[in-house]
């Protein structure tokens, strides 16, 4: 029974690199999730996937960051030209299409921009 | 639009002691609630949940009531261990995402 992956687990840039950070869900959820959490704060929501459709974003995620879901498993997300406000855990969770849609966390991603 | 208050911490306590975090909400709808937990350097593990009002979620010795005449959902705990030192954190699901506390850091001394 594996989990959420997240690959890398930490990531050190420069400001102005492009970085990108991957997320492999439980294998039969449908439904992917990015979360950005700060220190001190709980996550905050970026964008979901419903199978292979990015179904919504939130205004947090600015033009540098996009996100990719493209056959409906694997998940990847990219900023470009970082900025050290970019700095934080960057969270992937998974759920299944029920009535609770419980979802189930990845380890995250920790990018420090210098 | 949907939110979450949880207790500040940090909150300190001596092995065995009872231990409640609070958490109150603000919702459209009938969202479901959770709380979840983060030990030190891994992510969120979901401790429990519960799905409509009155429901009680428990697990590892954890308890919480989904309270809705005061949209409340409190985590307790009789008597907890140091193994329970972590960031609580609560959550209620609407429109598909979870909306987070800010997390109580909870440190349980031996």
């Not at chain 1, 998940?75 to 030209?81: D, H, K, N």
């Not at chain 2, 995402?97 to 001394?109: C, M, N, P, Q």
């Amino acid at each position: 029974d594996t989990g959420v992956s997240q690959d890398p687990r930490h990531k050190i840039t420069k400001r102005g690199q492009n970085v990108t950070f991957r997320c492999d869900p439980i294998s039969e959820h449908n439904r992917l999730y990015w979360y950005r959490q700060t220190l001190g704060q709980g996550p905050e929501f970026l964008t979901y996937f419903q199978n292979e459709a990015q179904l919504e974003k939130s205004r947090l995620l600015s033009d540098r960051f996009s996100a990719e879901r493209p056959k409906g498993s694997f998940s990847t997300l990219e900023i470009q030209r970082t900025e050290q406000g970019d700095s934080a855990m960057y969270l992937c969770a998974s759920s299944l299409v029920s009535g609770t849609d419980t979802q189930y966390f990845g380890p995250g991603t920790r990018l420090t921009v210098l | 639009g949907n939110s979450v208050t949880q207790m500040e911490g940090p909150v300190t306590l001596s092995e065995e002691a009872f231990l409640t975090i609070n958490c109150t909400y603000t919702a459209t709808g009938y969202p479901s609630l959770f709380w979840y937990v983060q030990y030190p350097g891994e992510g969120l593990q979901l401790l429990l949940k519960a799905t409509k009002a009155d429901d009680k979620g428990s697990n590892k010795g954890f308890e919480a009531t989904y309270r809705k005449e005061t949209t409340s959902f409190h985590l307790e705990k009789g008597s907890v261990q140091v193994s329970d030192s972590a960031v609580y954190f609560c959550a209620l699901s609407g429109d598909y995402k979870l909306s987070f506390g800010a997390g109580t850091t909870v440190t349980v001394r031996a």
